[in-house]
């Protein structure tokens, strides 16, 4: 079982930067990928990023290649998700989840999720 709750979101201006945290509970986080999605209101959920266990290995949507990055530190039981050059169409509500498998990008394979936090991009 594992418990994830994000962190970080806020308000910022287009091009601007924003750092979000995963942190998680529980004794196998390290054994898990972890996936980064969002959700803007009316549409659907949507694969951003995501890492393998060891953090050696990440995946991104295009939409947000060379833009965003994600990390982890397993000792720290944390997932990161680097956002810079934000741009408005990136506001949405951001949620960490994670899966035995690398990489996935369907929400619905996913096997534990966080409850999201909120980014808005405007000036």
């Known amino acids: 079982q594992v418990q994830l709750v994000e962190s ?14 995963c942190a998680a509970s529980g004794r196998t986080f390290s054994r898990y990928a972890m996936g980064w999605f969002r959700q803007a209101p009316g549409k659907e959920r949507e694969f951003v990023g995501a890492i393998n266990w060891s953090g050696g290995n990440t995946y991104y949507a295009d939409s947000v290649k060379g833009r965003f990055t ?25 949620y960490c989840a994670a ?25």
């Open 8 to 21: 970080g979101g806020g308000l910022v201006q287009p091009g601007g930067s924003l750092r979000l945290s």
């Open 99 to 123: 899966i035995w498998s690398f990489p996935i990008t369907a929400a619905t394979m996913y096997d534990y999720w966080g409850q999201g936090t909120q980014v808005t991009v405007s000036s």
């Open 70 to 94: 994600i990390s982890r530190d397993n000792a720290k039981n944390t997932v990161y998700l680097q956002m810079n050059s934000l741009k408005p169409e990136d506001t949405a509500v951001y």
